[in-house]
């Protein structure tokens, strides 16, 4: 959902149409999330991308670029290497990973400089 609203800062090289992201969609996709990761013994990979890019965000999605790119973070993103690898990256860049379940990580970069996340 993060890297959705990020990219609207980026305006036309973000997105080539502007979309209103808000909070209701994170909270149906986590609670999609949740509910197939955990009641299926066998995570199912492609339904997750499917209800997540195209039903949730992608019935926002307008432009067939945009829709495109949405469908690529969601196969980057929505992998079994996802729950299975330790700080799993979210990018190339090391600091953007997936903590360990459970662990308080301290921040420090220069844009969340003392701050901490779960």
Not at 59 to 76: A, E, F, I, K
């Amino acid at each position: 959902h993060s890297s959705l609203l990020e990219r609207r800062k980026f305006q036309n090289l973000g997105w080539n149409v502007v979309y209103d992201f808000n909070d209701s969609d994170f909270e149906i996709c986590e609670n999609i999330l949740a509910m197939y990761v955990d009641e299926y013994e066998e995570t199912p990979w492609d339904s997750l991308k499917y209800l997540i890019a195209e039903a949730n965000y992608g019935g926002r999605v307008t432009d067939d670029w945009d829709r495109r790119l949405m469908n690529t973070y969601m196969g980057s993103l929505f992998c079994p290497e996802a729950i299975t690898t330790t700080n799993f990256k979210l990018s190339s860049l090391s600091t953007y990973c997936i903590p360990e379940d459970g662990n308080n990580t301290f921040v420090n970069s220069a844009s969340f400089r003392g701050q901490w996340y779960i």
